[in-house]
């Protein structure tokens, strides 16, 4: 249970770390900052780069400060340390996860124009998140509708690629010489295993998914950004 919540922490991070450091341009926006960065000979394109890079950047040291402190927790309580391997992989997720986190926290922060509306979003969000990544509530306790939903959710899927690799030899452990269904259907409720139906989704399709989520909402991104600059 441990490893499973260190997981939606994990995910749930990148995400709220992100959409604070996204919070600068926000501000900018709503002192008219952006008016000095304009007059000057900075490019547009540098102006945002640098929102993104900075927000992308510190997603990923708050996430890599979590794991480390994470790690050290479950070894502390539960004698347990995730390997070499684990870790290469947890930090490679990592930096993936980041990436979509940060866009999708990037397009939705270019429609906000003061503060006071960003704190309100940053404060709903920060609380659906839980429920998202399964974290206040295993996702398999929620009703059949709400499960449909939250298994179309980038972040759902990173949850359920973090629990994959820091659940994986546990679950071994724990479910040693147990029938594979019964371990299956723990894995199911606990929102490591994602399915529609009688179909399953793999770790590599979840790996795409969150690929694809990058590259669209970086694209609506742009698109709007530029859109704004036309007008």
């Known amino acids: 249970m441990d490893g499973w919540l260190m997981a939606g922490i994990l995910a749930v991070v990148s995400f709220t770390t992100t959409l604070g450091a996204f919070g600068t341009m926000v501000d900018d926006k709503a002192k008219k900052i952006y008016k000095d960065f304009s007059s000057s000979p900075l490019k547009r394109s540098s102006l945002v780069g640098g929102y993104i890079i900075s927000a992308y950047l510190i997603g990923i040291i708050m996430s890599v400060f979590s794991l480390v402190f994470l790690d050290l927790y479950m070894l502390i309580r539960d004698g347990h340390i995730l390997d070499f391997v684990e870790t290469m992989q947890v930090l490679g997720l990592i930096l993936l996860v980041t990436l979509a986190n940060s866009a999708i926290v990037f397009f939705i922060t270019i429609f906000i124009k003061s503060m006071t509306a960003f704190a309100t ?13 399964g974290i206040y509530m295993p996702v398999g306790n929620f009703p059949a509708a709400v499960q449909a939903v939250i298994k179309v959710i980038p972040l759902s899927h990173a949850a359920s690629l973090f629990r994959r690799i820091i659940m994986g030899d546990l679950a071994d452990t724990v479910f040693y010489g147990a029938p594979i269904e019964i371990k299956n259907s723990f894995l199911d409720v606990m929102g490591v295993n994602f399915a529609f139906g009688d179909f399953v989704v793999l770790p590599w399709m979840q790996i795409v998914y969150l690929v694809a989520t990058a590259i669209l909402f970086y694209s609506l991104s742009l698109i709007v950004v530029t859109f704004k600059k036309e007008r």
């Open 121 to 133: 979003i940053s404060t709903v969000v920060g609380t659906l998140l839980g429920f998202l990544a």
